[in-house]
């Protein structure tokens, strides 16, 4: 903070004699080095940072506003994952937009998420159109689909290969697998809803 605030954080570091260097004043020390040191609480916000970013980029890839809660089942996840939700419950209910987390599933049409190997149901609020968000699943399916053939085409034809650039051959292969991979992530999705 001593580059924002120096005044007060020297009158800190005056007060709380946190000299080790034999320096009187923060403005003099060097900045400290090596790397951090991680503990079991960094780990845990660690996972809890990706559960929530996986929540909303799952709610961005359905194109489901932000904002709108959903409610979770944690059923089939392992029994340490599922103490980890209790103990966070209320940080990941309010980050992640969460209404309730149901230990057992719920008898209405869910999405399912895979975070970390671990599979979760999630249920919309009821203004969320699964059929809808489906249907344009299904259409952005296809459009990759047709974008990984005219690929195809491309690095399939030898006159293409041998004349083009390495890097944009390179750089053909790479979108090539990245629509593959977008392609499987769509119809899983589509085979949850």
């Known amino acids: 903070m001593h580059p924002f605030i120096p005044f007060i954080t020297e009158q800190i570091w005056l007060k709380n004699k946190l000299d080790n260097s034999g320096k009187n004043y923060l403005m003099l020390t060097n900045w400290i ?7 079991k609480y960094s780990k845990e916000v660690e ?10 980029s799952f709610k961005n890839e359905l194109n489901v506003t932000p904002g709108s809660f959903i409610d979770i089942s944690i059923e089939k996840i ?18 992640g937009r969460i209404n309730s987390i149901f230990l057992k599933d719920q008898k209405k049409s869910s999405a399912t998420l895979i975070i970390s190997g671990e599979l979760l149901k999630l249920y919309f ?36 290969v041998n004349k083009a650039p390495k890097n944009i051959v390179d750089q053909e292969k790479t979108n090539y697998n990245l629509l593959k991979n977008d392609i499987q992530k769509v119809q899983l999705t589509i085979e949850s809803l």
């Open 125 to 160: 609020d009821q203004n969320v159109d699964l059929n809808l968000i489906k249907e344009n699943l299904l259409k952005r399916k296809t459009k990759f689909q047709e974008d990984l053939n005219k690929i195809s085409q491309k690095i399939s034809n030898k006159a293409f």
């Open 78 to 95: 392992k029994n340490a994952n599922k103490i980890f939700f209790n103990k966070n419950s209320v940080v990941l209910k309010k980050l």
């Open 47 to 56: 996972k809890i940072i990706n559960i929530i970013t996986e929540i909303r």
């Open 33 to 39: 080095s090596g790397k951090p040191k991680k503990d």
